[in-house]
């Protein structure tokens, strides 16, 4: 079990919760002088991509018809959100699949991409849609100020 020494998000998001920023990250204490990604292994991250492309969504949703205790994951075109400046994609995840990444260039034999964004929010009246924000300078500058903790 590795433990955060330190949990930080977005400027936008810690002041008003800002959907556009919804992005967070948890800098991990060595265990036994290891790190986590020594151990486990880790995934990329790429900042300002072209939008419009083909990603990779993962969660675990636990509302219904799904119960939380299995990975989903729904793939497709990114498009631009509707009330955010964030991106979206067709999938039926439910509640419980916040926070679960988004990869570009996707392997799916290695399991390996580059995070570009999270599951943050759906609309009910479409909820066949999924929307993450966007990964640009904001997300750019939290990744490099958790690097540096």
């Known amino acids: 079990t590795w433990t955060a020494r330190a949990t930080m998000a977005t400027p936008q998001w810690v002041a008003s919760e800002d959907i556009n920023y919804d992005v967070g990250a948890a800098v991990?204490?060595?265990?036994?002088?290891?790190?986590?990604?020594?151990?486990?292994?880790?995934?990329?991250?790429?900042f300002n991509q072209a939008r419009g492309q083909d990603m990779y969504a993962f969660g675990w949703p636990?509302?219904?018809?799904?119960?939380?205790?299995?990975?989903i994951y729904c793939s497709g075109t990114t498009f631009d959100a509707l009330i955010s400046d964030g991106i979206g994609m067709t999938c039926d995840?439910?509640?419980?699949?916040?926070?679960?990444?988004w990869f570009l260039q996707f392997n799916e034999g290695a399991g390996t991409?580059?995070?570009?964004?999270?599951?943050s929010y759906?609309?009910?009246f479409i909820s066949f849609w999924m929307f993450g924000p966007y990964f640009g300078a904001d997300a750019?500058?939290?990744?490099?100020?958790a690097q540096a903790a």
């Open 28 to 46: 991990v204490n060595q265990l036994n002088g290891q790190s986590l990604t020594d151990v486990v292994g880790g995934q990329g991250v790429a």
């Open 62 to 71: 636990a509302a219904s018809p799904y119960d939380g205790t299995q990975m």
């Open 93 to 101: 995840m439910t509640g419980g699949a916040s926070g679960g990444p």
């Open 113 to 119: 991409g580059l995070l570009n964004s999270v599951n």
């Open 122 to 124: 759906k609309i009910n």
């Open 140 to 145: 750019q500058n939290l990744y490099n100020t």
